[in-house]
């Protein structure tokens, strides 16, 4: 066997292909590309979370280990594989509102232990593609809840952009930040050195600063631990979205 025969045979039983090669154009050689997988389009941009206290690669074993179905009205959450169709991963949790009305949501939560025993730096990351959304105002966005006893982060993802919970109401990041029918990658890197009331957190978009110590410092008595991901459609039907993967830890990975 030849290194051409040696080289195509290596090729077809890795799935991967074989193209040519002209180094100074003096003979032709041959170099082995395997096939691009989806896990790349999965790898981990910088400033995302370690995970060291939730690490969830969105399958359908993990949204069945303890995940509470809050689906209402219509809505309907579940894993599935090899979607959105317009840009696919192997696995995904999916959000989806179907038939608009008021209450209508789909959603998953669960309490997922101490966010309180990560100390003052939580940094929650998640890698999200909105299919659709809405406006806050029609109640027609993503929302993803982190809760400690005495604090929470609430977050709305828009059609608009992506908005914060503080003390005080809504707060948009940056201007417009959220794109639809496209996966995007978000990380907060909350600081509570300074007590809850004075919290704040930097925000990364697909590993670039978006916006830096954003007011986080939304005071609610509430449950340690709990993590809600929901999807309203109050006033819009089919408001969809999916999640890759999602992180919760107490730095960087």
Known sequence: MNRRQFLGRVSALAG??????FP????ANYLYL????????SSLPAYTSNGSL?????TAAELADGWTDADAINGVSQAVTNQPGADPVATAWEFDTNTFEAGCMAGRNKDVGSIEGLGTQ??????????AVGTFANADYLQITIRRSDWRLNLALTSDGIQVRDSVGE???GSGLTVQDSWQVWSFDIDLSGGVASGTADVYL?????EAAIDANYEEASTDGYVGINIYGFATSDRIAYLDWFKIGDGFA
């Open 24 to 27: 100074g154009f003096a003979r």
């Open 171 to 173: 707060d948009e990041i």
């Open 34 to 41: 395997p096939h691009r997988r989806k896990a790349f389009r």
């Open 54 to 58: 939730l690490d969830l690669s969105c």
């Open 16 to 21: 991967g292909i074989l193209l040519p090669y």
């Open 206 to 210: 697909d590993g670039v600063l978006a």
């Open 122 to 131: 939580i940094v929650l990351s998640f890698r999200v593609y909105l299919d």
